[in-house]
């Protein structure tokens, strides 16, 4: 018989076994390498550790979101950020959807982790990457939440009718009872779709008065796919009431909500819908919206967009512009091409003393200059550069703007205007001696059948004076 083998058996043991303990996952699959597929695309991760199904089903969901998000930019980012501002419920269910996406990517970036083969030698290393990646969606998609929640918060105050503007001042406790200082107009209906849409911008002085020294109508056509920009005159006197009657020769228009509110004038409307009406009246052409922005708000939103490019036609040389801040008075800003902050923004469309290069620096080419720099914050408004800035933009416009255009249509118009070449836009400031003449040093009265020839030349049929005799002059002499 055999003698039984007195050799032990030998057992193989491969040499990193104390050092490497295989866990359920892919053969060979790196778990950081899976994770890291995962962040740059839900599924990915999945689909490099063979779980084929379960690449598809993460991927999809965020594929689809990708296709909303490429539909809604078919207009530009400017009309998207738009709807994000004007649209609340479009704010939130981003706010809601940004949230949902960070959410379904964590999950697949850990499931794909987890799907890996892992090794203690590589534990720690992986887990750590694990973590940053998880930390960057987090974050990233928080931020993103916190952005568009910013966008909703301002546009629900911007897009207010009755609101009043941040940093207003508290109404003087002699105002009567009933007295509205802000503007509280009605929310306004649209024109039909194709119609002309026309708006009043106005700006509003930050002292106790509330003037409304810039007055400016812009009007857009789109048949004709243009753009007309009217300034009248703060200091405009003796103009005709749409209601019947004239003004004074001593009382500005400016200063017409003031009197209203006060009873010094007897309107039919409370005093910021008479000043909306009246200058409507006075142009010619029926104005459908409002904005009104604080003049101290403003320099805050050039500063926010990093300052405008302007072209100054003749130096500004006013020895008596008030800083209103206490620093030395005087304002002085050469011809050419200018880079202005909005300190110096603001001083631009302000000075109205001393001369410029034609040797007049008056009221007229003071909104000549408005006109002129509300062409160029639009512009940089909605340059691509600004996409990040954004957020902080429109909080400082939600906090300087008060208006009663529709939120639903903001988005419609701003793609239509957007597209509008430069020499579509006409501007137009009703100055003195062309439309009118002065009255004593401080007033000035409009020619109205002047202004009424403008119109018709402006805005066609569609302005009021179309195919009717001129109005009668209400100049004092």
Known sequence: AAQPSTR????????????????????GRSPSLAALLSFLWPGLGQFYTGKRRLAAIFAIPTLLVLLLLAYELRRGPFVLATRLLAE???????????????????????????????????????????????????????????????????????????????????????L???QTPYPTTEVATPPPPGSRVTILFTGVSSGGER????????????????????????????YPFYFGGTDSVSRKINELPKAVDNKWIISPDDGYTTLVKEVGYLVGIPVNFYAVMDLQAFVRMIDAVGGIDVDNPGVISDGTYDWLDGAPYGFYLAAGPQHLDGKHALAYVRSRHGADGSGDNSDFKRADRQQQVLISLLHKMASPSQLLNLPNLVSTVGASITTNFPRDKAADYIALGQDVPSQNITNVVLSVPQYGYFIGAANSCLYNDKVAAESIKLFGQDSTWYGKPPPANTCPY
């Not at 032990?8 to 053969?27: E, F």
């Not at 083969?117 to 930390?135: G, N, P, T, W, Y």
């Not at 009007?219 to 796919?225: A, Q, R």
Request: aromatic share 8%; glycine share 6%.
């Open 211 to 238: 003037l409304f020294d810039s007055i400016m109508v812009v009007s857009f056509d789109p048949k004709s796919n243009s753009v007309q920009m009217v300034s009248v005159p703060r200091d405009t006197a003796s």
């Open 8 to 27: 032990r058996p030998v057992c193989y043991i491969p040499p990193d076994l104390d050092t490497q303990t295989p866990t359920p996952g892919a053969r």
């Open 176 to 178: 009567a009872f009933g």
């Open 88 to 174: 609340r419920n479009i704010g939130l269910a981003a706010v809601v959807l940004v949230i949902v996406v960070g959410a379904w990517r964590l999950a697949s970036v850990t499931h794909a982790f987890l799907s890996g083969e892992m090794s203690h030698a590589r534990l720690r290393r992986d887990r750590m990457i694990l973590a940053a990646l998880a930390v960057v969606i987090v974050v990233s998609h928080l931020g993103a939440s916190f952005y568009l929640l910013v966008y909703a918060n301002a546009g629900n105050e911007m897009f207010d009718p009755n609101g009043t503007l941040i940093g207003q001042p508290t109404p003087a406790p002699s």
